[in-house]
């Protein structure tokens, strides 16, 4: 990952968070445990490689764990851990604007 080229605050969550996929991704773990599967029919446009990249980084961050059960097949599932669970209120303030933002669009185009 690029460092933080201010040391600001919001830089810093940018970096980790930003992109199209992984405030996505981990707006679905707040409601708990997902498969990988469920996690790709949950986000239909992410590819399963750009899905395992963005686990792998939410994981290496600390914000995700990553659970292998041994089973046959083998099961996996990915959770948000104890840091992750921080990330509930971004989760809320985020839907909350688009939300808001889907409504301003609508009355524009009403």
Known sequence: MKDS???CSVEETMRLLGGRWRLLIASYLVDGPKRFNELRRLVPGISQRMLTLDLRALEEAGLVMR???PTIPVKVEYSLTSDGRRL??????????G???K????????
């Open 99 to 101: 939300l808001w933002l």
């Open 67 to 69: 659970t292998v059960y």
């Open 5 to 7: 080229v201010t040391g």
């Open 88 to 97: 509930e209120k971004l989760v809320a303030v985020v839907k909350e604007f």
């Open 103 to 110: 409504a301003r669009d609508d009355v524009q185009r009403g």
